[in-house]
């Protein structure tokens, strides 16, 4: 039997020329106690959240054995933690956001911390566009919260870029968004006004 396949079955099976790994949103939600305009901050972290990732998943496996074999059952399910890298600008807010909700986590000069969950977890969504900026597939991200605000390299060497930083965000599960959920639709940018008072 032959298993000849020619560039035009190709052509008919990959929808769209293929998806693309530039197109795509994050939508950070932060604990209130953290900023104090959470629609602005989200707005901002949809420009400057410059790369991130769609989510693995992962079950976890029990071997049982029997007779010199070993059954392979399912396990339990576990989370990657979620890593992020952003684009710096002068203002420096975004960075600050993520020190400030550090910080709210565990103090820096003593050991103490936010007292309940819900004053540190916050919620993203990370968005796969097409071409012309439709939604693809979007999964959320809940109760995620900074483990690692990453360095940011100085060096009288590193001339034409701008500072990029990563920022690990612990995940206590995700899920994907479905049509008709309520956080279907993209964080839109709403006016001129939005996006001055993002630059200023």
């Given amino acids: ?7 035009e079955d190709f052509k008919a099976v990959l929808q769209g020329g293929g998806v693309r790994p530039t197109m795509f949103q994050v939508e950070m939600t932060y604990p209130d106690a953290v900023v104090a305009d959470g629609n602005l901050a989200t707005q ?27 059954l392979k059952v399912s396990g339990d399910r576990s989370y990657d933690d979620w890593t992020i890298t952003v684009t710096n600008d002068v203002t420096f807010r975004t960075r600050k956001t993520f020190e400030e909700w550090a910080e709210k986590i565990q103090n820096h000069n003593f050991v103490l911390g936010a007292n309940t969950l819900v004053d540190y977890f916050g919620s993203a969504i990370v968005r796969q566009l097409d071409r012309d900026g439709n939604q693809l597939r979007a999964y959320r991200f809940e109760g995620v919260w900074p483990t690692v605000v990453g360095d940011i390299g100085l060096d009288f060497d590193s001339t034409d870029q701008v500072e990029f930083y990563d920022v690990t965000l612990c995940v206590q599960y995700w899920s994907a968004i479905e049509a008709g959920d309520p956080y279907t639709s993209a964080v839109p940018i709403n006016s001129s006004a939005d996006l001055n008072a993002i630059s200023s």
């Avoid at 039997?1 to 560039?7: D, L």
């Avoid at 901002?44 to 998943?57: N, Q, R, Y």
């Fill in 1 to 7: 039997m032959a298993y000849q396949k020619s560039i």
């Fill in 44 to 70: 901002e972290g949809t420009f400057l959240i410059k790369a991130a990732g769609i989510p693995a998943s992962n079950v976890g496996n029990i071997q049982v054995p029997f007779r010199g074999r070993k």
